[in-house]
Nanobody, 125 residues
Framework: QVQLVESGGGLVQAGDSLRLSCAAS????????MGWFRQAPGLERDIVAA????????FYLRTVKGRFTVSRDNAAKTISLQMNNLKPEDTAVYYC??????????????????WGQGIQVTVSL
């Protein structure tokens, strides 16, 4: 059974940092593009960052570029999202996801087959 489990969320103040982690089991993440998505109340789920299966190619949402960094450790079956200089507009439930598409960095939610349960990140003023 495939499981993706996020950790590291919480309540922080604007300007603070958080590091989200996603632990995978039941699949070899080295065969998957991995992504971080977020969804705020009333809004659609959006890609925040994605990293290729080999870790050499990344994508970032324009509004987080320069503040967030995605990384992966295939041997440890984990991916991480380092979030610096957090802003109130970063408040959302964050999800990690796995896509078997290896030829491109998938950005649409429906291109991802496996999802974590999500973790809340709240940034206050």
């Amino acid at each position: 059974q495939v499981q993706l489990v996020e950790s590291g969320g919480g309540l922080v103040q604007a300007g603070d940092s958080l590091r989200l982690s996603c632990a995978a089991s039941g699949l070899n993440i080295g065969d998957y593009t991995m992504g971080w998505f977020r969804q705020a109340p009333g809004l659609e789920r959006d890609i925040v960052a994605a990293i290729s299966y080999h870790g050499t190619t990344t994508f970032y949402l324009r509004t987080v570029k320069g503040r967030f960094t995605v990384s992966r450790d295939n041997a440890a079956k984990t991916i991480s999202l380092q979030m610096n200089n957090l802003k109130p507009e970063d408040t959302a439930v964050y999800y990690c996801a796995a896509s078997s598409e290896k030829l491109k960095l998938s950005r649409a939610p429906d291109e991802y087959e496996y999802w974590g349960q999500g973790i809340q990140v709240t940034v206050s003023l």
